[in-house]
């Protein structure tokens, strides 16, 4: 079957940190995968998506880059954390029938 | 530009009783799924239930069910024998069977009281 694993499950960063969080999935070839991120109290917002290796579409311009190195690896980057960056992150991959699944997420709070 | 509307920000309920969220959305296409998704206190995204456009039967799942209006575009969530394990944001999501992303509303928090 099929899993996604994200880590770290929480990050205090201060401001100006570089940023690294990694989302991987096992059981499926070629997934979609997908980064949102998750305001407090609020919806969930689209920063990524990658249809493959070394593709990747931004959604919103921010401080944030991803990185598709691998074909079940996606990463999210910063070189430089802003206040404005504190949130959920999740990350997702797209099953049959277009449902997708989430990882258990990161909680970044930027300090 | 496809659009999810949840118009209930915060709804509550007696456990065992019924209770229904609603969701509408906005699109142009004839061909496009929708989703009803549950994030508890431990923020982990779950899939709650999905209905095809082109399925004119609603879907259920155990205590789950929608009812499904494709001509007025809406998409309410009917639980059923409310549980204190449903306290939760719930989320309407769609996304179109021809290209796109999965779009989100802005979720309804509810809250399940014994």
């Known amino acids: 079957s099929q899993t996604i694993h994200q880590w770290p499950a929480t990050l205090v960063q201060p401001v100006g940190s570089p940023l690294s969080l990694e989302c991987t999935v096992e059981?499926?070839?070629?997934?979609?995968l997908y980064w949102y991120r998750q305001a407090a109290g609020r919806g969930l917002q689209l920063l990524f998506y990658?249809?493959?290796?070394?593709?990747i579409s931004s959604e919103v311009p921010q401080n944030l880059s991803a990185s598709r190195p691998q074909d079940r690896q996606f990463i999210l980057s910063s070189k430089k954390l802003l206040l404005s960056d504190s949130g959920f992150y999740l990350c997702?991959?797209?099953?049959?029938?277009?449902?997708?699944?989430f990882g258990s997420g990161t909680r970044l709070t930027v300090v | 530009a496809q659009t999810v509307t949840q118009s209930q920000p915060e709804m509550s309920v007696q456990e065992a009783e019924t209770v229904t969220l609603s969701c509408t959305y906005d699109?142009?296409?004839?061909?496009?799924?929708l989703f009803w998704y549950k994030q508890p206190p431990s923020r982990q995204m779950i899939l709650v239930i999905r209905?095809?456009?082109?399925?004119?039967q609603n879907a259920t799942e155990n205590r789950f069910s929608v009812n499904f209006q494709k001509a007025a575009k809406s998409f309410s969530l009917k639980i059923s024998d409310s549980q204190l394990g449903d306290t939760a944001m719930y989320f309407c999501?769609?996304?179109?069977?021809?290209?796109?992303?999965?779009?989100f509303g802005k979720g309804t928090k509810l809250s399940v009281k014994p």
């Open positions: 990658s249809v493959g290796i070394g593709q």
């Open positions: 209905q095809e456009a082109y399925k004119q």
């Open positions: 999501a769609f996304i179109s069977g021809s290209q796109g992303n999965l779009i």
């Open positions: 059981g499926t070839s070629n997934p979609n």
């Open positions: 997702a991959w797209e099953g049959p029938n277009y449902g997708y699944t």
């Open positions: 699109t142009s296409e004839n061909n496009y799924y």
